[in-house]
């Protein structure tokens, strides 16, 4: 048999497993007595086999957990313990009731589809791990109700390496999912991430989203633009597209990039997607606009002939053109998005810094 490429193996998501918990745990109220697995369904439709660990029946109360595995993602929450604990509600018949506990962050700002002061469990698995329940117990519900807590120990901790508290959602992780599996390297919840940010500046009637492609381009606008609430900034990472047709879709009215040469090359040049394994940075281009401030044409040969955009920087700036050469890239940045979404209505602004988080350049649409 063919040995699986490194890097593919799929994955579940938070929602999935805690599906696959809730409805262990209902197993357990019913029969006494928890599984060591259980076959769950999936968003997608899918049945799917989890394992089932720390199963227990006691006081009333039915316990199950199932480990997260998140396949070849490289997910924060990976190995977490997503963990439901069942009882009956004899006084709602018919109810399925879901809380949040332990290491499921609490919604604390408008904005993302969730109940303020409500726990961080998306729609989706919310209706999962409800249909899983129903699925499991739908004799009993005829009497009685069923109260779902999903908990997860040291998710809190987990959380300070997410966008949590960015999005106002504080001392846990979300419970998310749309399908149930996790791509591997997809970075499908990133994108979502970027998405949701977006929608909670606007929520928040901010007019001015500032995008950043990571930390350092972050610090970098932060520190730039200190006027602005922090709702204001998201970091889209590669996801410029997924980033401005939300940015049009919410009627922000003002964008500004923050970013360093090499992505920002990428943008001018027109890859929506600005991944490092996607295309390669089009030196011509950094070559053209070398040219274009009156770069040496041996200088600008060498740029062409290079691998990266930092070295075009590099060899510009001991010229001492840099300055120019940012402001005109800044310039190729904004003419080259502004052609792709001429009938939006937002103006651009772009923030240029080096890999220390020093400002080269401010670029403005109309400069």
Same mark, same amino acid.
């Given at each position: ?162 966008? $949590? ?37 606007? $929520? ?164």
């Amino acid at each position: 048999m063919k040995k699986k490429q490194k890097g593919t193996r799929k994955g579940f998501t938070t929602g999935a497993c805690s599906a696959a918990a809730a409805r262990a745990a209902c197993l357990g109220l019913l029969n006494g007595s928890v599984p060591d697995e259980v076959e769950s369904l999936l968003p997608n439709g899918q049945l799917v086999r989890f394992a089932v660990s720390d199963g227990r029946y006691e006081n009333g109360i039915a316990h199950a957990v199932v480990i997260k595995d998140a396949g070849d993602d490289p997910d924060v929450t990976n190995k977490a313990p997503l963990t439901a604990d069942v009882r009956l509600l004899a006084e709602c018949p018919g109810e399925v009731l879901i809380k949040g506990r332990e290491g499921v962050g609490v919604v604390t700002m408008r904005g993302l589809g969730l109940e303020v002061n409500g726990p961080a469990i998306n729609p989706v698995p919310r209706k999962n791990i409800e249909e899983n329940v129903r699925q499991v117990a739908g004799s009993l519900l005829a009497s009685q109700g069923l109260e779902v807590t999903i908990s997860v120990p040291g998710g809190d901790e987990m959380a300070k390496r997410t966008l $949590n508290a960015r999005l106002g959602i504080l001392n846990g992780i979300s419970i998310l999912g749309t399908t149930g599996i996790v791509h591997p390297y997809s970075t499908a919840a990133f994108r979502d991430s970027v998405i949701q940010g977006i929608q909670v500046a606007a $929520n928040q009637g901010q007019d001015t989203v500032v995008l950043t492609t990571g930390g350092r381009t972050e610090k970098f606008v932060i520190k730039e633009l200190p006027q602005l609430s922090q709702a204001c900034f998201v970091q889209m990472g590669d996801f410029l597209k997924y980033a401005l047709d939300t940015a049009v879709k919410e009627g922000v009215k003002h964008v500004v990039i923050g970013g360093m040469v090499g992505k920002l090359t990428k943008m001018a040049q027109g890859e929506t997607i600005t991944h490092a394994n996607r295309n390669a940075v089009n030196t011509d281009l950094l070559a053209e606009l070398a040219t274009e401030i009156g770069v040496p044409e041996d200088v600008c040969a060498d740029i062409r002939a290079a691998e990266t955009a930092r070295y075009a920087g590099e060899r510009i700036e001991e010229l001492g053109k840099g300055a120019e050469f940012y402001q005109a890239l800044g310039r190729k940045v904004i003419s080259t998005i502004m052609d792709r979404y001429q009938h939006a209505d937002f103006d651009m602004k772009v923030l240029v810094c080096d890999f220390d988080g020093n400002k080269l350049a401010e670029i403005k649409q109309d400069d």
